[in-house]
C-alpha cells in the first residue's frame, strides 16, 4: 500500500506544502497572503487551507513546522540544571497569553532549543490536523548539517519575508538568528552586519543559500560583496522547500 505524506511550513506571510507518495515528490506549493482590516492573519489561514485541494485529503503521516521569531538556544548542561522552558525563553522572547513553548533538542551541538507558537495557530492545527505535531523549522535547518572541519561556513534560508543566517566555526554551531527582510538591500545588509558581528571574512567564508525566494537581482547584489555564494543543493525544487522536505525524512 502507497504511503501519503505531507509536510506543511508555516510563515509570518502564508504558508508552503509539499505532497510525497512512496518518497516521491508528487505536489508542492506554496501560498502568500497579507491579513487586511476586515480578515486577520489567522482567519485568512483557516480559509486558505481549507480551500487547498490537496490538505483536505487523507495522508498516513502529517509533518508540520513553524518558523517564528519566538525562540532561544541553550547548552544542555544549562536546561539540565534549570529545566524551565519559559524563563530561558523569556530571555529572548516576548511571550504571549495562551502561547505554546516546546523544547526540541539539537543533538550534534549539544544544546536546546525552546520556542513557542501563537495560540490562534494551535488552534487552527488541532482543527485541521488533529494529533499533529508543531515542529521548529528553526530546529529543522540546525540539524540538517553536521561538519567534518573547522573551517567557517554560513547557511541561508531565504524566505519571501524572512531570513534564516546559521554559521558554524570550529565545528561548532556559532550562530543563528531570523531576520525581517522586505527588500533585496535588507537582505545584504543583515548578512553582512552579521560577518562583521561574528568576525567572518566575506572574502573567505563559504555561503550556501536555500529556499526559493532568492531573486536574480539579490543573488548579483549578494555577490558583490560575498565571494563565495552557491546553492546548498543543485536540484531547483528541494532547493526551494528544503524545510518541508527536511521534516519528510
Known amino acids: ?131 499533529a505535531k508543531l515542529e521548529s523549522a528553526s530546529a529543522l535547518f540546525i540539524n540538517s548539517f553536521k561538519l567534518e572541519d573547522d573551517k567557517a561556513q554560513v547557511f541561508l534560508n531565504i524566505h519571501t519575508n524572512q531570513l534564516e543566517l546559521l554559521a558554524f566555526k570550529n565545528q561548532g554551531l556559532y550562530f543563528y538568528n531570523i531576520f525581517e527582510i522586505a527588500t533585496k538591500e535588507d537582505l545584504v545588509y543583515y548578512i553582512l552586519n552579521s560577518f562583521k558581528q561574528l568576525e567572518l571574512d566575506p572574502n573567505e567564508v563559504e555561503v550556501y543559500y536555500f529556499g526559493g525566494d532568492l531573486e536574480e537581482a539579490s543573488l548579483k547584489m549578494l555577490m558583490n560583496f560575498v565571494r563565495h555564494v552557491m546553492p546548498g543543493i543543485s536540484n531547483t525544487t528541494e532547493l526551494s522547500y528544503y524545510t518541508e522536505l527536511q521534516n519528510l525524512s
Open 1 to 131: 500500500m502507497a504511503i501519503k505524506k505531507l509536510s506543511i511550513l508555516f510563515l509570518k506571510d502564508g504558508f508552503s506544502f509539499c505532497v510525497a507518495k512512496d518518497s516521491e515528490l508528487i505536489h508542492t506549493e506554496k501560498v502568500r497572503f497579507e491579513a487586511s482590516q476586515e480578515t486577520t492573519f489567522y482567519e485568512l489561514l483557516s480559509q486558505k487551507l481549507d480551500q487547498q485541494l490537496y490538505l483536505n485529503q487523507t495522508y498516513d503521516e502529517v509533518h508540520l513546522a513553524y518558523l517564528g521569531d519566538q525562540f532561544n538556544i541553550i547548552p544542555s548542561s544549562y536546561f539540565e540544571a534549570e529545566p524551565d522552558a519559559q524563563m530561558w525563553l523569556e530571555f529572548n522572547a516576548e511571550i504571549f497569553e495562551g502561547d505554546s513553548i516546546e523544547t526540541t533538542e539539537l543533538s550534534t551541538y549539544d544544546a536546546e532549543l525552546i520556542y513557542a507558537y501563537p495560540l490562534e495557530l494551535k488552534e487552527i492545527i488541532d482543527r485541521k490536523f488533529k494529533g
